[in-house]
C-alpha cells in the first residue's frame, strides 16, 4: 500500500493556499493549511507527523529564516519547499533541513508539482 504524505502549506494568502490544496488532494495527498507562522509551527510540531512543508517566505507572524531555524532545531528531517516571488530568499546558515527554492510563476504550479514528489523522494530514498 502507498503511503499517503501529509504536507503542511504554509502561505498568507488564502486563496493560494485553497487552490495549493485543492492540486495536492488531486495528486493524492493530505494537506493542512497555515495562514500564519504560529499555525505553522503549531501544525508542524503537532502530534501528526507532516512529510513535507510548503512555505511562503512572506508568510505573516514570523520571517521565514527564524520559522525555519525553529523547525530544523526541533524537526531537522522534515524537508521544506520555499514557495517564493524570488529566489533571493536563501535558507539559514547551518539549517538542518533539505531545502528547496521554488518560484511562483503567476497562476501555474507546475514547477512546484514537480518538485514536491522529488523532494520527497529524496528526503524517504524514494520516489513516489
Known amino acids: 500500500m502507498k503511503k499517503q504524505y501529509i ?3 504554509a502561505d ?3 486563496h493560494v493556499r485553497t487552490f495549493l ?3 495536492m488532494v488531486r495528486d493524492g495527498y493530505e494537506v493542512r493549511l497555515a495562514a500564519t507562522g504560529e499555525e505553522a509551527l503549531k501544525l508542524a510540531y503537532g502530534s ?3 512529510d513535507l512543508l510548503i512555505l511562503d517566505p512572506d508568510l505573516p507572524g514570523t520571517n521565514h529564516v527564524s520559522l525555519m531555524e525553529k523547525i ?3 524537526i531537522p528531517s ?3 519547499v520555499v514557495h517564493g516571488l524570488s529566489s533571493g530568499s536563501s535558507p539559514p546558515a547551518g539549517n538542518r533541513n533539505e531545502v528547496a527554492f521554488v ?3 503567476g497562476g501555474s504550479i507546475v514547477n512546484l508539482k514537480r518538485a514536491v514528489p522529488e523532494v520527497l523522494g529524496k528526503d ?3 520516489t513516489e
Open 78 to 80: 522534515l524537508p521544506v
Open 48 to 50: 501528526e507527523p507532516i
Open 124 to 126: 524517504r530514498g524514494m
Open 12 to 14: 498568507r494568502n488564502p
Open 21 to 23: 490544496k485543492r492540486e
Open 103 to 105: 518560484e511562483k510563476d
Open 72 to 74: 530544523g532545531d526541533r
Open 7 to 9: 504536507i503542511l502549506i
